[in-house]
């Protein structure tokens, strides 16, 4: 009987410090019990449809020729070859729950699901830090989308995890103290391959100014020593539109989540301090994301402000912007409820704190 292989992994919100992973900052990420989940029996060539698309992905030999359904299952192998995994052929099907470019990290826990259950199939069961790891750089690497660690890391560890980019790469998890998270979907579709070349580009070229200026060394902006600029907010203001933006976004953006996580660290505060303090920030996050980053929209500031009005501790975007998805974080579900149906979101859902990679049913 031919060898059959399951395993799931969760989409994300993107928490705190929002298009910071690809400078080499620390981001937070939370699972949700939203999931992909993949099932795989041994093949001679590859085949794998999907349940919610209806796409059908067959081939023998890898042939990549952009970012469509098919051309991430072949980004897999392609991973899992560089990796020395013998994946020979696999038939299977995928399911997902996670909406696809809301901002939840949909194409990351299909990675994360399907590098899983094909190393299962090689009667390999990875820990979390090779699936994350391969699914990186099956997207960033072989597909070429310029996203940082956040989303498969977030998908493969699952849970509340801050997570430290730069290799080696560090994963520490942490308890949120109740509360629940509401999601809301604007209804608009991004695309972090159209989002982020455009602020990188422009990180960079604050980079280059700040190191020829500051006599720093670095590779750029994935290695730029952000810290040192704490006491060189002169150099910082004499950069030109929109560079400087870029540059104090990634400054107050560290500040905050640093705020954030001293909250969340700490077992001896009140949990309704712990919450509302989280909110403020994480409403603070969304300003900084649109009006010193730029890539937020009408549609989501609209989110962001009903919910607060509506009850919510705080709220923001989830993902690269310009479309996707509104996190909010309430005190219980029937709160949560009640906020969403004040909202004018596309959809909604309340949703709870997941696991990460799964195997099995």
Not at 274 to 294: F, I, K, P, W
Not at 308 to 314: D, L, M, P, Q, T
Request: charged share 25%; hydrophobic share 45%.
């Amino acid at each position: 009987m031919a060898l059959v292989a399951k395993a799931s992994a969760p989409g994300r919100l993107d928490f705190l410090n929002t298009h910071q992973d690809y400078k080499g900052l620390p981001v937070v990420s939370v699972a949700v019990n939203m999931r992909t989940f993949v099932t795989l029996q041994e093949g001679d060539y590859y085949q794998i449809e999907s349940f919610n698309t209806g796409e059908r992905c067959v081939f023998s030999q890898v042939n990549i020729t952009g970012r469509a359904f098919c051309d991430y299952v072949k980004a897999a192998v392609v991973a899992l070859e560089r990796a020395g995994v013998p994946v020979k052929g696999f038939r299977g099907v995928l399911n997902s729950q996670v909406p696809i470019g809301a901002g939840m990290a949909s194409s990351a826990a299909m990675l994360v699901a399907l590098i899983g259950a094909a190393m299962k199939l090689t009667r390999r069961e990875a820990d979390p830090s090779q699936v994350a790891e391969l699914a990186y750089i099956a997207e960033r690497e072989i597909l070429g989308v310029p996203c940082g660690r956040l989303d498969q890391y977030g998908s493969a560890y699952g849970r509340v995890a801050v997570i430290h980019p730069t290799p080696p790469v560090r994963v520490e998890q942490l308890d949120l103290p109740h509360g629940v998270f509401l999601v809301l979907d604007s209804g608009i579709r991004h695309s972090t391959a159209e989002i982020h070349p455009r602020r990188q580009a422009e990180l960079q070229a604050a980079v280059d100014i700040l190191k020829a200026e500051l006599g720093i060394k670095s590779g750029g902006y994935w290695d730029f020593p952000w810290a040192a600029l704490a006491d060189r907010r002169d150099a910082v203001e004499r950069l030109p539109s929109p560079l400087r933006e870029r540059v104090l976004f990634t400054i107050e953006m560290q500040k905050s989540t640093e705020r954030a996580l001293a909250l969340l660290r700490n077992k001896d505060l009140p949990v309704e301090e712990v919450l509302r303090g989280v909110g403020r920030e994480m409403s603070l996050q969304h300003r900084l994301l649109s009006e010193l980053y730029d890539v937020s929209h009408p549609r989501l500031d609209r989110l962001v402000e009903e919910a607060v009005e509506a009850g919510a501790y705080g709220a923001k975007l989830s993902g690269a912007g310009l479309g996707g998805v509104v996190i909010a974080l309430a005190r219980d579900r029937k709160t949560a409820e009640a906020i969403a149906r004040k909202t004018s979101a596309e959809r909604w859902w309340v949703v709870e704190i997941d696991e990460g990679l799964r195997y099995g049913d």
